[in-house]
């Protein structure tokens, strides 16, 4: 047989009312996709009061007589790595595992006194229902009501329902555990659980499933001349010596008094207390009625951004574990933080120590070693996304990512080198959500108030800078390519999207080509020559090679002559068997100037969608008389028009663009 679903009561429960969503027009439930509870439900009936962990709900429509089930999602949490006075878990003969007994990790199995290593096989109640898992307490509780008791770690049944709550699944026993870690020569540590089955390969020594731990000052025990410190005996590892030592877990209160300085509390409070975007109460509100309240002395009202939240335990207004500090968002427009002040640390002989870490993953006893389908690894999908969620959210709200993204987006939109005051400008912009007098979101991580102040600020904005040889960039030549394109109004007559064939080996750039999460060039590239003697950078110099340019060259050449084809080096795929012609093409360049306009009219109109009207005089002569000669020789405006159009290309890979008769001399880059 086996034990049913955690079955919720039409008309009682208020779970199954939320999960139901009873329509208002036939009474029958609709059966919402998901559910977010925003609050907390009172409980009904001691299946639902007295439940352990629910992953799924059985809910059933009495009106359409239509069953449906829902998984539950618990809200983002961690649990501390390790632990003291650990419970053993067991499935089986020669399958065990050490596991927190505070954590919701165990099915309850019950023995008789007599003999602790049988099991009742009843269909107890020491299940509420499928495949449940407890804490210890719960499960000694459990046996104790049956006039039962835990059983022994000798016990000798596997765990099926008739003696659990469901198949396969790690029952708690009675024997106390402990694990260890293994100490690598840089400090890195791995979890070992000397009671896991082989199969557990994540808790197993000598395996190098490593992290680095925060240390105390650093410190951690190495292994000198294959001798350990002591509670610490020697192993010798393929990735060197280590040391094999046991630990102790310990917990205390971060601050005692609120007349302590409370200043630290972001740098030394850690752990998390219960908190989630989907409730909108105050997060001690989740816990039940009266166990936190607001403390309104005088010494906490004096605080400054942080809410003292006191447990009932803490007495005389003094400080606990317990006591939750609510602090503002980190980031302007982020979540609300609740701290405990609690510290856990783990100690390692007699002189070393680290904070104990938090872990999303299952780890110790959590892990699994069948297949069923309420034990596979597809069920921590939620905590997966959780830690990667978290992960997300640290890097996002880094102290360095406004620095980061404004400074390459400055290197892509103005300048290789922008001044530290330009730089705070744009970094201010992306924290705050707004510019100056210019509001955006209010909200950190603003990208339309990061592109304005990019846009508006006087170093991208002031004509003087145009004579400095220090500023500007050179230009992406894809980013060039698709500027010369749209400013010459390429069109395709077949209506084809545009194709371009091998970008990456004729020009060095190309769409969902890069070599890395880094891009094609690097933000502190400084090529070999007076920019790197200058002390500047220019990341896009890193592709400019020989090859790259000619190709960058070649291909547009082609472009403008031939359109987009593969003719003569052209960046396009296609090419008919009546050779390179306008007609082969796939698309072409549809500018035309202004009917009877001069060769400076025309050299004018181009400089502007070029180059921005940076060209200097003496090159824009030089264009213009090269046009007329080309007019007058071929007699074409068209093959006139191309050669001017040509003309541009190797002046404007830059900005502000190098004039062809300048010789340019860096000098040390100085800051605004």
Not at 321 to 349: H, W
Request: hydrophobic share 35%; with cysteine; glycine share 6%.
């Amino acid at each position: 047989g086996r034990r049913g679903r955690l079955t919720t009561v039409p008309g009682a429960s208020a779970l199954h009312a939320a999960l139901c969503a009873r329509r208002a027009s036939d009474g029958r439930c609709s059966f919402p996709i998901s559910v977010t509870l925003t609050s907390n439900l009172r409980c009904n009936g001691p299946q639902e009061c007295g439940a352990g962990r629910v992953r799924v709900v059985k809910i059933r429509d009495p009106v359409a007589n239509v069953t449906k089930f829902y998984t539950h999602v618990p809200i983002p949490c961690v649990r501390l790595t390790f632990f003291d006075e650990g419970r053993l878990l067991r499935r089986q003969a020669g399958r065990a595992q050490c596991a927190d007994p505070k954590t919701v990790v165990g099915s309850p199995v019950c023995c008789n006194s007599t003999d602790l290593t049988r099991s009742v096989q009843r269909f107890g109640s020491e299940c509420l229902f499928a495949a449940e898992v407890t804490d210890y307490a719960t499960a000694e509780a459990r046996c104790k009501k049956l006039s039962l008791s835990v059983c022994s770690s000798a016990l000798r049944d596997r765990a099926t329902f008739n003696n659990t709550c469901a198949e396969e699944v790690y029952m708690w026993t009675s024997a106390p555990c402990t694990t260890q870690i293994q100490i690598y020569p840089a400090g890195e540590i791995g979890i070992v659980d000397p009671n896991a089955t082989q199969f557990f390969t994540v808790t197993k020594n000598s395996l190098n499933n490593v992290f680095r731990p925060r240390w105390d000052k650093n410190r951690h025990p190495t292994a000198v001349k294959n001798q350990c410190p002591a509670g610490c005996g020697f192993e010798s590892t393929s990735d060197g010596p280590t040391c094999l030592c046991n630990i102790t877990v310990t917990s205390s209160p971060i601050f005692h008094s609120i007349v302590e300085d409370l200043g630290p509390i972001n740098g030394t409070a850690a752990i998390g207390a219960i908190a989630s975007r989907a409730f909108i109460a105050p997060k001690p509100s989740l816990f039940n009625a009266g166990t936190y309240t607001i403390c309104h002395k005088c010494e906490c009202k004096d605080l400054k951004d942080v809410t003292v939240w006191l447990h009932s335990s803490d007495l005389n207004g003094n400080l606990s574990e317990k006591t939750i500090f609510e602090l503002p968002p980190y980031r302007t427009g982020g979540r609300i933080r609740y701290l405990f002040n609690r510290v856990s640390t783990v100690k390692v002989g007699d002189s070393y120590s680290f904070r104990n870490p938090p872990h999303f993953a299952p780890l110790l006893g959590e892990q699994v070693d069948v297949n069923r389908d309420y034990l596979n690894d597809n069920l921590w999908t939620y905590k997966a996304e959780h830690e990667v969620e978290a992960l997300l959210e640290h890097l996002f709200e880094h102290h360095n990512t406004g620095i980061f993204v404004a400074y390459r987006l400055i290197q892509s939109m103005v300048t290789s080198n922008p001044s530290p005051r330009y730089l705070r400008s744009v970094v201010s912009a992306f924290r705050n959500g707004r510019y100056g007098n210019v509001q955006f979101s209010n909200k950190y991580g603003d990208l339309a108030a990061t592109v304005f102040a990019i846009l508006m600020d006087r170093e991208a904005r002031t004509p003087l800078l145009e004579a400095d040889p220090t500023f500007g960039m050179l230009r992406d030549p894809l980013i060039k390519l698709y500027h010369l394109m749209r400013s010459l109004e390429y069109k395709s007559p077949k209506g084809r999207e545009v194709a371009l064939n091998n970008m990456i080996g004729r020009i060095g750039v190309q769409p969902i080509r890069a070599s890395s999460v880094f891009g094609f060039y690097l933000p502190g590239y400084q090529p070999s020559g007076a920019v790197n003697e200058a002390g500047l950078v220019s990341p896009q110099a890193q592709i400019f090679t020989t090859p790259n340019i000619l190709g960058f060259l070649n291909g547009a050449t082609s472009l403008v002559d031939n359109g987009l084809t593969n003719c003569n080096d052209g960046f396009g795929v296609s090419q008919s068997r009546a050779g390179c012609s306008l007609a082969a093409a796939d698309g072409e360049l549809m500018y035309n100037p202004p009917p009877n306009a001069t060769a400076a009219q025309i050299v004018d109109e181009l400089d502007l969608l070029l180059t921005s009207r940076r060209l200097n005089i003496t090159t824009r002569n030089y264009f213009a008389k090269e046009y007329e000669r080309s007019l007058n020789t071929s007699r074409s405006s068209v093959t006139a028009l191309k050669t001017l159009i040509k003309l541009f290309l190797p002046a404007w890979s830059s900005t502000p663009p190098i004039s062809i008769f300048q010789r340019v001399t860096f000098v040390k880059h100085q800051l605004l």
